[in-house]
């Protein structure tokens, strides 16, 4: 092997590894988008007890 091939195949290592790497990284810190509840459930769950306009009488 010559000199150049073998710094090609050292970078391209170096290169999948650090792709790998960030991969990992990304995955890691996110979440599958099906494994959250829908929005409008999400604020429902969040609020039913803030809405006082629903709670109240409206002849008062």
Known sequence: MT???KI???I???FLILLFYAS???????TFPGSKSQ???RIKKN????????NQDSIR
């Open 3 to 5: 000199k150049s091939k």
């Open 8 to 10: 090609f195949i050292a």
């Open 12 to 14: 391209a290592i170096l």
């Open 24 to 30: 990992y990284d990304i995955g890691s810190r996110t």
């Open 39 to 41: 929005l409008k459930e």
């Open 47 to 54: 609020y039913v007890n803030e809405d006082s306009l629903s």
